[in-house]
């Protein structure tokens, strides 16, 4: 079924292209993941309003939630050659296209939320947002992804040690494929959209997640325990095809980059909400939450980071300056 939509959704793309115009309007069509109640969805048909408006009309932006167009990797690559315009990612996807970004993926990175403010709305965020723009994608602005953390089908993850014989879902990310190695556990790749039927079907005992998208994705009707150690603070990316940036005018692109920015405070807001409303109705439904010491996990993922000096030494300097960020 999956196979169908996604090839449905190719056709609808490839026929339409990823900027369709005609003399007077402009049709960007942009591609997610999320389903359409999750925060993300919104701040993206609020981008898309905000920028009809600026344009007064002439520039659209057409919303396809729910993986219709494909993974979040394909969904990049369609990107990379301009067959979709736009998409929204979570960083970790990015990985393969930008290594720098990558590095936002470490575990236990920042300190607190103003120190992710910090980098990421300064001028380091800037540099990572332009650093896949020499792989055809230009990141226009983060979203607030908050933090990720365990959920499980059996038992609450309390230690590392309790990661130990459990297949944990990541994203097609080596960095979070380290990280569960260094933490224990036996990671495994599984699709965002395909996730909910693996975990169902026992191909995977775990996950990891933030709020919103553990409630938003119904993961909960099938795992009960919710470990919040906060391990990764990894943001979503709201990206446009370099293509498609390119054919736009110096007027036309400074819209689509305030519209992406406006949209960024919106979800912001949003976020915060979401995550409030998230944890209040997974624990109505049954699910355990608890709070681990992070100490035990943070301990256990040094090798990540010497393993990403080891084998990107040019990243070592950016891991710093993001540590030294105050
Ligand atoms: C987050 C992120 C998504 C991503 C998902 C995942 O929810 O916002 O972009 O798809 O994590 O775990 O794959």
Known sequence: MRHFKLLLGLVIVLLYGGCQSDSRIKIIKMGHAQVTAHPVHNAMVYLAERLEEKSKGRIKVKVYPNQQLGTERELLELLQIGSLGMTKVSAASLEAFSPEISVLGLPFLFRDDQHIDRVLNGEIGTELLLSSEKFWLRGLCFYDAG???????????????????????????KMAINMI????????PVAYGELYTALQQGIVDAAEN????????????????????????????????????????????????????ESAVYQAKLWKESVEESMREVEKAGVQISYPSKEPFLNQVQSVYDQVKKEQPQLAGLIERIQNTR
């Open 147 to 173: 933090k990720r953390s365990f959920y499980s089908k059996t038992k609450p993850i309390e230690t590392p040690a309790d990661l130990t014989g459990l297949k944990i879902r990541v994203q097609e990310s």
């Open 181 to 188: 190695r260094g933490m224990g556990g036996s990671p495994t």
């Open 210 to 261: 933030n709020p919103p998208s553990f409630y938003n994705s119904r993961h909960y009707e099938v795992c009960k325990f919710y470990s919040i150690d906060e391990h990764t603070a990894i943001p979503d990316v709201v990206l446009v095809s370099t293509v498609v940036w390119d054919d736009l005018t110096a007027e036309e692109q400074q819209w689509l980059q305030e519209a992406a920015d």
